[in-house]
């Protein structure tokens, strides 16, 4: 695999017919937000005919919108004038800061206490599911623009979750009965060698671990660099081991990320799916519905249809998470429940597994179910998938409709009552 780093993305050589002014525009923004580009993205995944708006260019690529105006300005002006490196990296410092690098309260609460300290690289934010984050797979094969784990990416250590080695993530493990979940990501867990992922997964499958009944992996490799399950020197050994876990009891879930269904056309993703639904892990497939690229129903009913006949089932449309470049991919709550509701009245039962729109924020996974109609207004549907305090999840509540809404924090009760989770 060869990766182009944010750095160097203006130089590509697929580049050079575009405005300079567009170049420039991808250097002032990788000079923030986090960028990587590998040759897969480059050669099979991206239309160059089609460049600047093609989707998959306009997830990997940096564009001016990406940044608010005048941060953009600030860091373009000392670009211009060959500020001293110190000036310019203090100002990108300030930069990200101001672009909300952890959002849902992801350091502040959901990191847990081992020995009096925050086990960093931990979350357990739901009573099953605790999250491990291994140093060693904090990148990706490449960078969506939207991802809203960006600061894993900028080399800033207070900014960074990751445990060093398994040995933290498997003591807390064996302490907490109630946990049934463990979710590797990152970054990408798949980035890692097998070596380094089996120290983490072998001991889930022996004594003293026997309450783990799932084991997530959080991966766009599928997308990114389908060859990690097929020719990659330990291809073959990270497969064997899906399948140990599989036969020791455990339900093994890729959590895969395919945010177009142009990333399910290669006769590379195919073969990478096809070798580990053989292991007997599931594969289910999330992503967020963003502007520029899915903000159409029919992508996303093609791609659940083209998912569900490869084997995959479609599980979640996810909302823009507030961070990063947030106000270039966002959509207005009311347009993404009507993208929602129309792409999945496009498609048959069987495909209609996955659930949306949903956003993951401070207090759990809010799903909108759609709109009603009562006598003060129409309101939006709301109700838990997953919270801080079990006893929230499925209970219904309902916000006041709001067509500028973009997120949780957005919206207000439809009977003017505190939310029931902050009373």
Same mark, same amino acid.
């Given at each position: 695999m060869r990766a182009v780093p944010g750095s160097r993305l203006a130089r590509l050589p697929q580049l050079e017919r575009l405005d300079p002014e567009l170049r420039r525009d991808i250097e002032v923004v990788s000079a923030v937000l986090p960028f990587k580009v590998n040759n897969y993205v480059l050669d099979e995944l991206i239309d160059w005919a089609a460049v600047p708006?093609?989707?998959?260019? @306009?997830? *990997?690529?940096?564009? &001016?919108? %990406?940044?608010?105006?005048?941060?953009?300005?600030?860091? #373009?002006?000392?670009?211009?004038?060959?500020?001293?490196?110190? !000036?310019? =990296?203090?100002?990108?410092?300030?930069?990200?800061?101001r672009l909300n690098p952890h959002p849902g309260d992801q350091l502040e609460a959901n990191v847990p206490m081992v020995d009096d300290e925050?086990?960093?690289?931990?979350?357990?934010?739901?009573?099953?599911?605790?999250?491990?984050f291994p140093s060693q797979g904090q990148?990706?094969?490449?960078?969506?623009?939207?991802?809203? =784990?960006?600061?894993?990416? +900028?080399?800033?250590?207070?900014?960074?979750?990751?445990?060093?080695?398994?040995?933290?993530?498997? =003591?807390?493990?064996? $302490?907490?009965? !109630?946990?049934?979940?463990?979710?590797?990501?990152?970054?990408?867990?798949? +980035?890692?060698?097998?070596?380094? +992922? =089996?120290?983490?997964?072998?001991?889930?499958?022996?004594?003293?671990?026997?309450?783990?009944?799932?084991?997530?992996f959080g991966t766009k490799a599928l997308s990114y660099w389908p060859y990690r399950f097929?020719?990659?020197?330990? #291809?073959?050994?990270?497969?064997?081991?899906?399948?140990?876990?599989?036969?020791?009891?455990?339900?093994?879930?890729?959590?895969?990320?395919?945010?177009?269904? /142009? $990333?399910? !056309? *290669?006769?590379?993703? &195919?073969?990478?799916i096809r070798r580990i639904r053989d292991t007997g892990a599931i594969i289910r497939a999330q992503a967020p519905i963003v502007r520029h690229i899915n903000d159409d129903p029919a992508v996303w009913s093609? %791609?659940? /249809? @083209?998912?569900?006949?490869?084997?995959?089932?479609?599980?979640? %449309?996810?909302? !823009?998470?507030?961070?990063?470049?947030?106000?270039?991919?966002?959509?207005?709550?009311? @347009?993404?429940?009507?993208?929602? &509701?129309?792409?999945?009245?496009?498609?048959?039962?069987?495909?209609? *597994?996955?659930?949306?729109?949903?956003?993951?924020?401070s207090p759990g996974k809010v799903m909108i179910d759609g709109i009603a109609q009562l006598a003060d207004g129409d309101v939006f549907c709301c109700r838990f998938l997953q919270a801080r305090n079990p006893d929230w999840v499925g209970r219904p509540f309902f916000a006041k409709l709001d067509g500028h809404a973009v997120w949780l924090d957005d919206l207000k009760p439809a009977f003017d009552e505190p939310w029931f989770w902050q009373q």
């Open positions: 708006d093609d989707p998959i260019y @306009r997830l *990997t690529f940096p564009h &001016r919108g %990406m940044l608010p105006d005048a941060i953009f300005q600030e860091i #373009a002006g000392l670009i211009g004038r060959n500020a001293d490196k110190a !000036e310019l =990296r203090s100002a990108v410092a300030q930069a990200r800061l925050p086990a960093n690289g931990l979350q357990h934010k739901y009573r099953e599911t605790v999250l491990v990148t990706c094969h490449s960078y969506c623009g939207y991802c809203f =784990r960006w600061a894993q990416f +900028i080399g800033v250590a207070e900014l960074k979750q990751a445990v060093p080695g398994p040995e933290t993530a498997l =003591r807390y493990l064996a $302490e907490h009965g !109630e946990v049934s979940d463990v979710l590797f990501t990152g970054g990408d867990p798949m +980035i890692m060698s097998t070596d380094r +992922i =089996r120290a983490y997964v072998e001991p889930l499958l022996g004594p003293g671990f026997e309450h783990i009944r799932n084991i997530r097929t020719t990659d020197d330990d #291809a073959d050994d990270l497969l064997r081991l899906l399948e140990t876990a599989c036969r020791a009891g455990k339900h093994v879930a890729v959590m895969a990320h395919f945010s177009h269904g /142009r $990333e399910l !056309e *290669t006769k590379a993703v &195919r073969h990478a093609d %791609m659940w /249809r @083209r998912m569900t006949n490869l084997g995959v089932v479609p599980y979640y %449309m996810f909302v !823009e998470r507030d961070t990063g470049a947030s106000q270039y991919f966002e959509l207005p709550l009311l @347009r993404a429940v009507s993208i929602y &509701r129309d792409a999945i009245a496009a498609v048959s039962g069987l495909e209609r *597994t996955a659930r949306g729109p949903v956003m993951s924020a």
